[in-house]
């Protein structure tokens, strides 16, 4: 039986403005410097109007350019504290959890910015 995970927000997060980046295995992105503020995550950019925060995990580096060795979009969500959010899905190495809100836009939310039952979180794995 599948089960619904929900959290809640437990600190307002303002989503970046920016065109999200997606990525399917195989994509080549361009990539900056990994940041002391975002530890395992490098900003890639595709070379035209899409960037964002990737997980050091998805992106096999080659110098300046790396390749996506899995999916992946940079979409981050908006939220407010106390706001319920369904978890859709937490890779390993990801400081962050790809929910859904009660209207239906889906992003990444900081997992330090949610509040999940324990016991929920081995549905996750």
């Not at 970046?16 to 395992?40: F, H, K, M, S, Y």
């Not at 580096?61 to 996506?68: F, K, Q």
Request: aromatic residues 8%; negative net charge.
């Amino acid at each position: 039986m599948l089960k619904a995970i929900n959290g809640e927000v437990l600190r307002d997060v303002e989503a970046e403005d920016t065109l999200p980046l997606t990525l399917v295995q195989g994509d080549r992105v361009r990539i900056g410097q990994a940041p002391r503020e975002r530890p395992g995550y490098l900003w890639a950019d595709d070379g035209g109007f899409c960037s964002g925060w990737v997980p050091e995990v998805v992106l096999d580096r080659r110098g300046g350019e790396a390749i996506a060795n899995m999916e992946y979009c940079s979409s981050h969500l908006s939220a407010c504290t106390g706001d319920i959010v369904r978890i859709m899905w937490k890779g390993q190495g990801f400081a962050a959890v790809w929910c859904e809100n009660r209207d239906g836009d889906r992003g990444w939310l900081p997992a330090d910015a949610l509040k999940i039952d324990p016991t929920d979180l081995s549905y996750l794995a």
